[in-house]
């Protein structure tokens, strides 16, 4: 079952810079700080900040929207039975958490994320 939005993922070309400025933007620091990703808690959700490299290059979009999920394995292959392409594989990226990515068949790229550190508000 799709839960709601969870995370929005920006490139940035360089993290401690990215980090730098959003900090000063949302005018607090991230909770989750590691080179391959930065994340914040902005309101029970959270905008987070990642190198170009974690970025698609099948697609040019910039950002993803995360989904929260309670089981990503099943939901993921439910939206591909759908007719979504893989955009990424699943990937543990630490501390329990679990994302994936699909190109829904209008071509947009939908995100999945399982999070057990973060509880949206």
């Known amino acids: 079952m799709i839960k709601g939005l969870r995370t929005v993922v920006y490139a940035v070309k360089d993290v401690e810079a990215g ?4 900090s000063k933007v949302l005018g607090i620091n991230p ?3 590691q080179p391959f990703y ?4 902005v309101g029970g959700y959270e905008l987070g ?17 995360y ?8 939901e993921h292959k439910i ?7 893989e955009n990424s594989k699943i990937m543990d990226v630490g501390q329990g958490i679990k994302v994936s990515s699909v ?12 999070n057990p550190n ?3 508000n």
Not at 54 to 59: F, G, L, Y
Not at 67 to 74: F, P, R
Request: glycine share 10%; net charge negative; proline share 3%.
């Open 19 to 22: 980090k730098d400025w959003y």
């Open 31 to 33: 909770y989750f700080d």
């Open 38 to 41: 930065v994340g914040y808690n």
């Open 49 to 65: 900040l990642a190198p170009d490299t974690h970025v698609s290059q099948k697609n040019n979009s910039g950002s993803i929207a």
């Open 67 to 74: 989904w929260g999920v309670d089981d990503i394995e099943k």
């Open 79 to 85: 939206i591909l039975k759908l007719g979504a392409k």
């Open 103 to 114: 190109i829904d068949p209008f071509g947009n790229v939908f995100g999945l994320i399982y």
């Open 118 to 120: 973060f509880k949206a």
